[in-house]
């Protein structure tokens, strides 16, 4: 069975910081991975994905996500945080037949002024 | 364009009751699923159907159903329900069927509580 996972249940980071989510993942075949983030009372919306290519991915917002197949992670990162950025972030996987996405349990990431 | 709409918003219930989600998928998507997310965890795949018929179910059960209509939009079904059926249900369309790895386009979701 497949497996996400976040190891950090809240990152705090300093606004104008860098800031990075990790993620690793456990599956079978190629990996399909996305980034999603949670605001408040809110549904989740999609940051970016990795399919195949480039190991690193950019996305929405500034975020971009590296992907690293030999320690089987897609840590999200962002150059500069802002307060804004602050919310719940998702690192997802597709199993092989792509009709179901397996979630991690989520990082609270607080951006402080 | 509308995004993904859901409803109702929030709804009480009591346990043994049933209740019925409703989805409306991004106009041209075809693809509807459906997750459960637990207060403090990450979404639970429950479903996805695509063209009216189910391609993926998760390990739920058979208390949980759900359906598409020919417009696409979708019901999710929980019978007899538990205390531990409390949660946001959310619902996420994508333009394409399984196989095609495509990001999914999430509701706001339903706020279920179990009285």
């Known amino acids: 069975a497949q497996s996400v996972a976040q190891p950090e249940d809240q990152v705090n980071v300093a606004e104008g910081n860098p800031l990075t989510v990790k993620c690793t993942y456990s599956?079978?075949?190629?990996?399909?991975l996305f980034w999603y983030v949670q605001y408040p009372n809110r549904g989740l919306q999609f940051l970016l994905k990795y399919i195949t290519g480039d190991n690193l991915v950019k996305g929405s917002y500034g975020f971009e996500a590296e992907f690293n197949k030999s320690q089987t992670s897609f840590h999200l990162k962002k150059p500069s945080a802002l307060v804004s950025d602050s919310a719940l972030y998702f690192c997802?996987?597709?199993?092989?037949?792509?009709?179901?996405?397996?979630f991690g349990g989520g990082t609270r990431l607080m951006v402080k002024p | 364009d509308a995004g993904v709409t859901q409803s109702p918003t929030h709804l009480i219930k009591t346990r043994g009751q049933q209740v019925t989600l409703r989805c409306s998928p991004i106009?041209?998507?075809?693809?509807v699923s459906w997750y459960q997310q637990v207060l403090g965890q990450g979404p639970q795949f429950i479903f996805q159907y695509y063209e009216k018929e189910e391609r993926g179910r998760g390990n739920f059960p058979d208390r949980f159903s759900a359906r598409q209509f020919p417009n696409y939009s979708s019901e999710l079904n929980v019978n007899a329900l538990l205390l531990g059926d409390s949660a946001l249900y959310l619902c996420a369309s994508s333009l394409l069927p399984t196989g095609n790895y495509q990001p999914q386009h999430f509701g706001d979701g339903t706020r279920l509580s179990i009285l």
């Open positions: 997802a996987a597709y199993n092989n037949a792509g009709n179901m996405l397996t």
């Open positions: 106009s041209g998507h075809k693809s």
């Open positions: 599956v079978s075949g190629n990996p399909y």
